[in-house]
């Protein structure tokens, strides 16, 4: 499989572009005209450019508006063609995209293009050029892909052929399975890109909406999976206009397309395993049975008042490890680590974000095929060195240069807790608050890195993402989407944050970084879990009374079960299925904070309708801290 991107997809010069596709892994680049237009090299400094990073330039792009022109603009069309091919040979590659005419002077009639087309196909072939032909989803005759194959049947030319681009297709309803019918011979490049659902003008989204494969909500797998039914073997490219992207980093962009080609293609292998496909084999995406841990950095003192919140959270010290600074607390089948080692990666997490929940440890079937997936799919690898008392633990880099590691059943990381731990009998420990698992952990980070790690976690573990919603905070949004599993075994909130002024934007600012922003326990009975809390001496964030009386009127509780929530600081939601019951903790440092959730019935929310109530009562608590109070 060779792969390639166009340089519109990313941003800064073509230099910048061009180091960081090679660098990201690519095979070629399709080179957007204005890109080189802008660029101040010649054509065969870009070529060298080109050649010494280790690429090939799969195509020159776009030709507009060539076909079915009256005169004296036919012969004008043609007159440009053969300059743009004096171009390519300077370039040095031999495929030209024609995009579909969207001029108000073009003639309509399939022959007529044909004709166009095969005329060009005589002058290119003189060269050793190759014309590629496709359908805008929004071109004046032609905008399907169907057509403009029978536009390339009829030009019956071997320097002629079609070009496929996913959104072009998939934008328009067409059903991709119209694809298989085409040689895969006469489809010269493919073109790939997802888009989230919007219902807008095709042009405007087209030029400010597409996004990575998987990172949208278009079935280009489906449309990938047509492709290569066809038998086609040429490069898979990325063409993405998104302003997001062109304004972000070119080396995370461009990293975040090829690992989205690498998981495309490797669900394509496996829903079309009769297709003799030349691709690589992954492991396959790992289903993640816990949470197995989350561990924190923090300094000596401020993991004193750490493990004072934990203890009357109802956590217990029940471990130190055996030759590094660092203790575990537990309860029910939830480990929190409070790290406060002077070396490695928890106090360099330490020094950049201050007291953080830095890292995640994860239960899958296999930790090493885990790691070896995240690495086909370009994870970082992550690793330290490791004493006679610790165990080597498969991990990579996560979310705020942090780490994920991987922990299973089957090899000696079951023994973890044993091997590298002394049991401890903590006589500072408080009454147990019911807690059982992690439900849920929430990242909190700039908006602008939400579909990297929406890629990231989709493209490694079985899991499937929610609509993005839009959190109402009162200085501002805050985009929210939820990554899950149908097991709800592993779930992450996701919250982008695109001003300073909101909570989550201060979190991001005061800590230096994208981190985990809060975790949330689960209890069978929060009421119990409650009551605990408060024999514990743990305060619990204050709602206002504003809240309660609206939700007797929402959902018509009684008065009673108002009261026991008011009581409490619990907050209420429910949907068809079932019941959600939720308190908070008060900050912790520069905005962490905990959660506590109940869910009665097949509830699979996160209380969303809850949130502004919620981030407004820790703002008021953020002042009152403030002014003394």
């Given at each position: 499989?060779?792969?390639?991107i166009a340089t519109v997809s990313i941003s800064g010069d073509l230099r910048e572009k061009l180091e960081a596709i090679a660098a990201a892994g690519f095979d070629g680049v399709e080179i957007f005209e204005n890109d080189f237009l802008a660029f101040d090299r010649?054509?065969?400094?870009?070529?060298?450019?080109?050649?010494?990073?280790?690429?090939?330039?799969?195509?020159?792009?776009?030709?507009?508006?060539?076909?079915?022109?009256?005169?004296?603009?036919?012969?004008?069309?043609?007159?440009?063609?053969?300059?743009?091919?004096?171009?390519?040979?300077?370039?040095?590659t031999d495929l030209i995209l024609i995009c579909s005419n969207v001029s108000p002077l073009a003639l309509g009639g399939i022959d007529r293009a044909a004709a166009d087309l095969r005329a060009l196909g005589e002058r290119a072939a003189r060269r050793n050029l190759?014309?590629?032909?496709?359908?805008?989803?929004?071109?004046?005759?032609?905008?399907?892909?169907?057509?403009?194959?029978?536009?390339?049947?009829?030009?019956?030319?071997?320097?002629?052929?079609?070009?496929?681009?996913?959104?072009?297709?998939l934008s328009r309803g067409i059903d991709p399975n119209s694809i298989r019918s085409i040689p895969g011979d006469k489809i010269f490049i493919v073109q790939l890109a997802d888009a989230p659902r919007i219902d807008m003008d095709l042009l405007y989204w087209s030029?400010?909406?597409?996004?990575?494969?998987?990172?949208?909500?278009?079935?280009?797998?489906?449309?990938?999976?047509?492709?290569?039914?066809?038998?086609?073997?040429?490069?898979?490219?990325?063409?993405?206009?998104?302003?997001?992207?062109?304004?972000?980093?070119?080396?995370?962009?461009?990293?975040?397309?090829?690992?989205?080609?690498?998981?495309?293609?490797?669900?394509?292998?496996?829903?079309?395993?009769?297709?003799?496909?030349?691709?690589?084999?992954?492991?396959?995406?790992?289903?993640?049975?816990?949470?197995?841990?989350?561990?924190?950095?923090?300094?000596?003192?401020?993991?004193?008042?750490?493990?004072?919140?934990?203890?009357?959270?109802?956590?217990?010290?029940?471990?130190?490890?055996?030759?590094?600074?660092?203790?575990?607390?537990?309860?029910?089948?939830?480990?929190?680590?409070?790290?406060?080692?002077?070396?490695?990666?928890?106090?360099?997490?330490?020094?950049?974000?201050?007291?953080?929940?830095?890292?995640?440890?994860?239960?899958?079937?296999?930790?090493?095929?885990?790691?070896?997936?995240?690495?086909?799919?370009?994870?970082?690898?992550?690793?330290?060195?490791?004493?006679?008392?610790?165990?080597?633990?498969?991990?990579?880099?996560?979310?705020?240069?942090?780490?994920?590691?991987?922990?299973?059943?089957?090899?000696?990381?079951?023994?973890?807790?044993?091997?590298?731990?002394?049991?401890?009998?903590?006589?500072?420990?408080?009454?147990?608050?019911?807690?059982?698992?992690?439900?849920?952990?929430?990242?909190?980070?700039?908006?602008?890195?939400?579909?990297?790690?929406?890629?990231?976690?989709?493209?490694?573990?079985?899991?499937?993402?929610?609509?993005?919603?839009?959190?109402?905070?009162?200085?501002?949004?805050?985009?929210?989407?939820?990554?899950?599993?149908?097991?709800?075994?592993?779930?992450?909130?996701?919250?982008?944050?695109?001003?300073?002024?909101?909570?989550?934007?201060?979190?991001?600012?005061?800590?230096?970084?994208?981190?985990?922003?809060?975790?949330?326990?689960?209890?069978?009975?929060?009421?119990?879990?409650?009551?605990?809390?408060?024999?514990?001496?743990?305060?619990?964030?204050?709602?206002?009374?504003?809240?309660?009386?609206?939700?007797?009127?929402?959902?018509?509780?009684?008065?009673?079960?108002?009261?026991?929530?008011?009581?409490?600081?619990?907050?209420?939601?429910?949907?068809?299925?079932?019941?959600?019951?939720?308190?908070?903790?008060?900050?912790?440092?520069?905005?962490?904070?905990?959660?506590?959730?109940?869910?009665?019935?097949?509830?699979?929310?996160?209380?969303?309708?809850?949130?502004?109530?919620?981030?407004?009562?820790?703002?008021?608590?953020?002042?009152?801290?403030?002014?003394?109070?």
């Open positions: 499989m060779k792969t390639s010649s054509p065969r400094e870009v070529r060298q450019m080109v050649e010494d990073l280790g690429l090939a330039i799969t195509l020159f792009q776009p030709f507009r508006d060539f076909e079915g022109l009256p005169e004296p603009q036919r012969g004008e069309a043609f007159d440009r063609a053969e300059r743009k091919f004096d171009l390519m040979e300077q370039l040095g190759r014309i590629g032909y496709e359908a805008l989803a929004w071109g004046r005759h032609v905008n399907d892909h169907r057509d403009a194959w029978e536009i390339v049947r009829r030009a019956e030319h071997s320097n002629v052929g079609i070009i496929l681009d996913s959104f072009h297709t030029r400010h909406f597409r996004s990575m494969p998987g990172e949208g909500d278009l079935p280009v797998v489906d449309f990938m999976r047509a492709v290569a039914a066809t038998g086609y073997a040429g490069p898979i490219s990325l063409e993405i206009f998104n302003d997001q992207f062109r304004a972000g980093s070119p080396r995370t962009i461009a990293a975040d397309g090829h690992r989205s080609l690498v998981y495309l293609m490797d669900q394509v292998r496996t829903s079309e395993p009769d297709l003799a496909l030349d691709l690589p084999v992954l492991p396959p995406r790992v289903e993640v049975r816990g949470v197995a841990f989350v561990e924190f950095a923090a300094d000596e003192t401020e993991a004193i008042s750490l493990a004072t919140q934990l203890r009357r959270l109802g956590f217990r010290l029940s471990g130190r490890h055996k030759s590094k600074s660092v203790e575990r607390y537990t309860q029910g089948d939830i480990n929190i680590i409070i790290n406060t080692e002077r070396e490695g990666l928890a106090h360099s997490a330490y020094i950049a974000h201050g007291t953080s929940a830095y890292a995640m440890g994860l239960s899958v079937e296999d930790a090493e095929a885990t790691a070896e997936r995240a690495r086909a799919l370009g994870a970082q690898m992550f690793g330290q060195n490791v004493g006679s008392d610790q165990l080597p633990i498969p991990a990579i880099r996560g979310v705020g240069g942090g780490a994920i590691y991987f922990l299973d059943e089957k090899s000696p990381l079951r023994s973890v807790w044993e091997v590298e731990f002394n049991p401890v009998d903590d006589d500072q420990a408080l009454s147990d608050a019911g807690l059982l698992r992690i439900d849920h952990v929430a990242q909190t980070m700039n908006y602008e890195e939400m579909l990297t790690w929406l890629l990231f976690y989709r493209s490694i573990f079985v899991t499937e993402k929610s609509p993005m919603v839009d959190v109402v905070d009162p200085s501002g949004l805050v985009r929210s989407q939820v990554i899950d599993n149908s097991s709800g075994t592993l779930r992450l909130t996701l919250n982008g944050a695109e001003s300073h002024r909101t909570l989550a934007g201060r979190f991001i600012a005061e800590t230096f970084g994208s981190s985990i922003q809060h975790l949330a326990f689960s209890s069978n009975d929060i009421f119990a879990t409650a009551e605990a809390l408060r024999a514990n001496g743990m305060t619990t964030l204050e709602i206002s009374e504003n809240y309660y009386a609206d939700l007797e009127a929402r959902f018509r509780l009684p008065a009673s079960m108002i009261e026991t929530l008011r009581a409490a600081n619990i907050l209420y939601d429910r949907d068809a299925g079932g019941e959600f019951f939720q308190l908070y903790s008060t900050n912790i440092g520069e905005g962490f904070f905990f959660e506590v959730v109940e869910r009665r019935g097949p509830y699979n929310g996160y209380g969303a309708l809850n949130a502004p109530f919620r981030i407004a009562a820790q703002k008021r608590a953020i002042a009152n801290t403030h002014a003394g109070l």
